[in-house]
């Protein structure tokens, strides 16, 4: 086991729409302004948010799923990406105790637990006085293990939050740290998806500057940075990596596609891979590489662009007709199909490397935590290999697959999906190749593979 203090807290709240990303965004930029290295972390899968994080603020940002990684492997890429760093901050998803099912398993609250972060609670205070003493104290006791060190009023009045924050303070044990008053014009846009990408967002870099100017008024730094500094070591299992072999291998990277998770694309270059960004919206053709990762993201708004770029869908069919190695998940897997319809009724044609059509639907699709059990051997295991993963996506396509079986975590269905090949992994599923590092390794082996016989 190793070891490292690494200055953290997390940024929870006691349900979605409390205003945790609001909060975490000002706090980001106001430390960054303040020249602070700041590592940005976020629970659970969505890909949205370290977008956010990265992209826009300027911080360096991670996700940490606990039901995908494991709980010793989201311990070490805390530990890694907040090694060169001055404080960590992560940021809880839905409300703080809000798990897979009736428990608080896969939580911010699990989350916390395991990484020993203490938990600073977002509470909004529009239409409340008393019962916010109320509220923190309840989620402070609710677990006896719950690291509940400060809390920050969301939409109050500096007035309010000065008569206030006394008897709050006096009748929960919690530390007030500050508040965020009303700020009109300081909200995200939503969508299916959550968030809005950054791209899409003219202004977003000013509206978290206005929040950050806001959080450097009335949030005392000073007891959050204390609050942070007195984390425990983090104690974590160092995880060694081999190169496997040096290879080129391709990434679509632009606004159709852009869901990926960052610890997984340095995964395989740790393991050989050289990372060459793409774009199948304006690029003419793959560039030059070994293999392909078409990642999630909007495919479906920019139907007309990507079916407009002839060249692009044609390059992509052949080298996947080639057999070079392919990984395509959620949208990228949508765009191998032959066919989007829209919801106007309009037909794009996409690349057609595989059979089947795909179409929006009006609700949430198998949607959720699951583990892929693979049926056949493939580009990423053999027979019976085994990762976990989630679905999340308002589409859906004739031709799913059928080469791994996907059981639900809570184990009350099931269902057959993926295109597996020896060269070959398409489906809706999105993975986390930290899960098993296996698929990553055989990954980088297949390009390899594919390389030397390009070659000879």
């Known amino acids: 086991m190793a070891e490292m203090f690494a ?35 976020k629970s659970g899968p969505d890909y949205i948010d370290p977008m956010f994080h990265s992209r826009v603020i300027g911080a360096k940002s991670r996700n940490l ?65 008393l019962s916010l003493a109320a509220t923190i104290k309840g989620f402070k ?19 309010s939050y000065k008569f206030y924050k006394e008897v709050i303070e006096q009748e929960t ?65 160092e995880q060694k990596l081999v190169a496997v072999a040096k290879v080129k291998i391709a990434v679509a990277q632009d606004k ?14 740790e393991l050989g891979a050289e990372i060459i960004p793409f774009s199948p919206l304006t690029d003419v053709e793959l560039p030059d590489c070994d293999g392909i990762v078409l990642g999630g993201g909007y495919p479906e708004l920019y139907a007309e662009q990507l079916a407009a770029n002839h060249s692009m869908r044609t390059s992509i069919r052949s080298a996947v007709k080639l057999k070079k190695p392919c990984f395509a998940e959620c949208g990228g897997f949508m765009y191998l199909l032959e066919h989007f ?25 198998r949607f959720g935590y699951i583990t892929l059990t693979a049926e056949r051997d493939n580009l990423f295991c053999a027979a019976g290999g085994q990762i976990n993963g989630h679905e999340f996506h308002y589409s859906d396509s004739s031709n799913n697959g059928h080469d791994f079986l996907a059981v639900k975590a809570s184990g009350i269905s099931e269902w057959a999906c993926c295109h597996a090949e020896k060269a ?33």
């Open 7 to 41: 200055p953290r807290f997390m940024i929870a709240a006691p349900n979605s729409g409390s205003g945790k990303t609001t909060i975490t965004c000002a706090l980001l930029k106001a430390l960054l302004n303040q020249e602070y290295k700041v590592a940005a972390f």
């Open 65 to 129: 799923d606990l039901f995908m990684l494991g709980k010793e492997t989201a311990k070490y890429l805390l530990a890694k990406n907040a090694s060169d760093c001055d404080v960590a901050v992560l940021e809880g998803a839905m409300g703080f105790y809000d798990g897979m099912g009736q428990t608080e398993q896969y939580s911010a609250y699990d989350l916390a637990r395991t990484t020993k972060t203490p938990v600073i609670l977002v509470v909004n205070g529009k239409g409340a006085a």
């Open 141 to 159: 006791n609710f677990r006896p293990d719950a690291d509940v060190r400060g809390a920050i009023l969301n939409n109050v009045t500096a007035m």
């Open 173 to 237: 044990g919690v530390k007030l740290v500050g508040y965020l008053p009303y700020m009109q014009d300081c909200n995200f846009e939503s969508r299916h998806l959550g968030l809005v990408t950054a791209e899409e967002i003219g202004d977003l870099q000013q509206i978290v500057e206005r929040l950050a100017e806001q959080a450097s008024k009335t949030i005392d730094f000073d007891e959050l940075l204390k609050i942070a500094n007195n984390a425990e070591q983090l104690v974590y299992e």
């Open 256 to 269: 159709a596609f852009c869901f990926y998770y960052q610890d997984a694309l340095d995964l395989l270059q």
């Open 341 to 365: 319809k829209a919801e106007d009724g309009t037909v794009y044609e996409w690349t057609g490397a595989i059979s089947g059509d795909t179409f929006m639907t009006s609700k949430l699709n």
């Open 424 to 456: 070959l992994y398409a489906g809706y599923p999105h993975i986390h190749l930290w899960g098993n590092v296996d698929f990553a390794r055989n990954f980088v082996r297949a390009c390899a593979e594919f390389a030397e016989k390009r070659n000879q």
